[in-house]
C-alpha cells in the first residue's frame, strides 16, 4: 500500500479527517479544515463543489493521485470523492509523502510545513503561558533607588 495513502487510514482513526462531500463543506466552513483532498476520477460536480468550499479560505485543495475506490478502500466509505484533513500535522506528513512520489506536490507540502511549524511553535507558546501563569514567572531582582510610574 501507498505510504500517503496509509496516512489517510491513521488521519481517518484518529477522528482527524472529515470524508465525503457534507462534511467536508461543513469542516471547512467550521474554519476546521487544513487541506482538501479530490480524487483524480471525482465528477464535475464534485470538482465545482470542492472548489467553492475553499474559495475565499486560505484551505489549499489537491486532487489526489488516487481514485475514488482508493479512498474508498482506506476510508470506509463507499463512493468518496473528498476529504479534509483536520489535523494540521497529519496534513503535512501527508503532503510530505505525497511530495516524495510525485514532485508536483512539492509546492504544497511546504506550505503544510510551514503551517505546522506554526501550530507547534503556538502550541508551545500556550503551554509556557499556563505554565506561567500557574507557578509564576521568576522576576529579576528589582533595581535600587528611585523608581519611575509607568507612563
Known amino acids: 500500500m501507498n505510504k500517503a495513502l496509509s496516512y489517510i487510514g491513521i488521519a481517518?482513526?484518529?477522528?482527524?479527517?472529515?470524508?465525503?462531500?457534507?462534511?467536508?463543506?461543513?469542516?471547512?466552513?467550521?474554519?476546521?479544515?487544513?487541506?482538501?483532498?479530490?480524487?483524480s476520477d471525482a465528477s464535475g460536480n464534485a470538482r465545482r463543489r470542492a472548489?467553492?468550499?475553499v474559495f475565499g479560505t486560505t484551505v489549499p485543495l489537491v486532487v489526489l493521485p488516487y481514485t475514488k475506490e482508493d479512498l474508498a478502500g482506506i476510508t470506509g466509505v463507499s463512493g468518496c470523492s473528498?476529504?479534509?484533513?483536520?489535523?494540521?500535522?497529519?496534513?503535512?506528513?501527508?503532503?510530505?509523502?505525497?511530495?516524495?512520489?510525485e514532485p508536483s506536490f512539492a509546492e504544497t507540502a511546504e506550505l503544510m510545513a510551514k503551517?505546522?511549524?506554526?501550530?507547534?511553535?503556538?502550541k508551545r507558546e500556550a503551554a509556557a503561558h499556563a505554565r506561567n501563569r500557574k507557578k509564576g514567572k521568576a522576576v529579576k531582582a528589582a533595581?535600587?533607588?528611585?523608581r519611575r510610574k509607568n507612563i
Request: net charge positive.
Open 82 to 101: 473528498m476529504a479534509v484533513f483536520t489535523d494540521v500535522g497529519l496534513a503535512a506528513v501527508f503532503m510530505a509523502a505525497l511530495a516524495e512520489n
Open 51 to 53: 472548489e467553492n468550499f
Open 12 to 39: 481517518k482513526k484518529a477522528g482527524a479527517i472529515a470524508v465525503g462531500e457534507t462534511n467536508s463543506g461543513a469542516a471547512i466552513r467550521s474554519g476546521k479544515g487544513r487541506i482538501l483532498v479530490l480524487a
Open 143 to 146: 533595581a535600587m533607588g528611585k
Open 115 to 122: 503551517r505546522n511549524e506554526k501550530a507547534l511553535m503556538l
